[in-house]
């Protein structure tokens, strides 16, 4: 079955950087757009960016835009996340989704891997 496992989570301190990464299997990974997203306690789901099959196209939220950038190496079958210039508001459990699209939306994405937090102090 298809598994996504995400990791690299923690606790960091304002204007710390964390890499996440997102393990895949089960799935032709190179056929995939994966994407991450993330959601704050009391507050519904937030598309973060994602990283298209196609030419490994990336599209950012503007609220990381700038300090978050998304890769994939599709040798290893895992997508990564690197977010530098972390700031409290950045505080979430981080998921990651695999889709045929590549679209911001949460519907767009049919395989969910379960979260890694991140929590960033001030």
């Known amino acids: 079955q298809v598994q996504l496992v995400a990791s690299g989570g923690g606790l960091v301190q304002a204007g710390g950087s964390l890499r996440l990464s997102c393990a895949a299997s089960?799935?032709?990974?190179?056929?995939?757009?994966v994407a991450w997203f993330r959601q704050a306690p009391g507050k519904e789901r937030e598309f973060v960016a994602f990283i298209s099959w196609r030419h490994s196209s990336t599209y950012y939220a503007d609220s990381v835009k700038g300090r978050f950038t998304i890769s994939r190496d599709n040798a290893k079958n895992t997508a990564y996340l690197q977010m530098n210039s972390l700031n409290p508001q950045d505080t979430a459990v981080y998921s990651c989704?695999?889709?045929?699209?590549?679209?911001?939306?949460?519907?767009?994405?049919?395989?969910w891997g379960q979260g890694t937090q991140v929590t960033v102090s001030s």
């Open positions: 989704a695999a889709g045929a699209g590549a679209q911001p939306g949460t519907t767009a994405y049919r395989y």
């Open positions: 089960g799935l032709t990974f190179s056929d995939y757009t």
